[in-house]
T-cell receptor
Framework: DTGVSQNPRHKITKRGQNVTFRCDPISEHNRLYWYRQTLGQGPEFLTYFQNEAQLEKSRLLSDRFSAERPKGSFSTLEIQRTEQGDSAMYLC?????????????FGQGTRLTVV | AQSVTQLGSHVSVSEGALVLLRCNYSSSVPPYLFWYVQYPNQGLQLLLKYTTGATLVKGINGFEAEFKKSETSFHLTKPSAHMSDAAEYFCALGGPGNQFYFGTGTSLTVIP
């Protein structure tokens, strides 16, 4: 399978715990994006990388959220001290070029439930 | 400012009937527009996109959309609905840094 892969698909955690999600993009894509989708809403942009450089992170929801892409390949999204409001689907996407007319390819998402 | 508005959060059509899902956008630059489909507990799949050139864009599964600059619209249509079309549909606007601005989605129900 050469699509965008996200792990885990589902995560249930207790409030206050830290969680980390992984995204493996399509191998030749140099851009990687993280989005959050809550019930009944469209995906909301969080951050993106070009290779290993994080070019936009001001849209991360709080300082509890952080993302890395250390070698320009896979990426991780970490949420520290989770809150119930963090429950959502976290989507990763990748694209081949950095122009606005380039479509992004999405993974199946990681559904986070904070109890 | 970049934004997308999808009119109608829920649309129901009979099998075989015309599907029309509405999308309007606001953009300070020439827009690049996309329609994505999402099945339950799945990621988003690209249906079609408009960049430049022909304003009528054809996509997968018989869907098409027409870019109308004067109306700032990019409505999605399909002549004959199929049961397998039942899903959530998102209109998106490509923006700086290639991030997407998504609408809130339209849930399509197909009635047999």
């Amino acid at each position: 399978d050469t699509g965008v892969s996200q792990n885990p698909r589902h995560k249930i955690t207790k409030r206050g715990q830290n969680v980390t999600f992984r995204c493996d993009p399509i191998s030749e894509h140099n851009r990687l994006y993280w989005y959050r989708q809550t019930l009944g809403q469209g995906p909301e942009f969080l951050t993106y990388f070009q290779n290993e450089a994080q070019l936009e992170k001001s849209r991360l929801l709080s300082d509890r959220f952080s993302a890395e892409r250390p070698k320009g390949s896979f990426s991780t999204l970490e949420i520290q001290r989770t809150e119930q409001g963090d429950s959502a689907m976290y989507l990763c996407a990748s694209s081949a070029r950095g122009t606005a007319n380039t479509e992004a390819f999405f993974g199946q998402g990681t559904r986070l439930t904070v109890v | 400012a970049q934004s997308v508005t999808q009119l109608g959060s829920h649309v129901s059509v009979s099998e075989g009937a015309l599907v029309l899902l509405r999308c309007n956008y606001s953009s300070s630059v020439p827009p690049y527009l996309f329609w994505y489909v999402q099945y339950p507990n799945q990621g988003l799949q690209l249906l079609l996109k408009y960049t430049t050139g022909a304003t009528l864009v054809k996509g997968i599964n018989g869907f098409e959309a027409e870019f109308k600059k004067s109306e700032t619209s990019f409505h999605l249509t399909k002549p004959s609905a199929h049961m397998s079309d039942a899903a959530e549909y998102f209109c998106a606007l490509g923006g700086p840094g290639n991030q997407f601005y998504f609408g809130t989605g339209t849930s399509l129900t197909v009635i047999p």
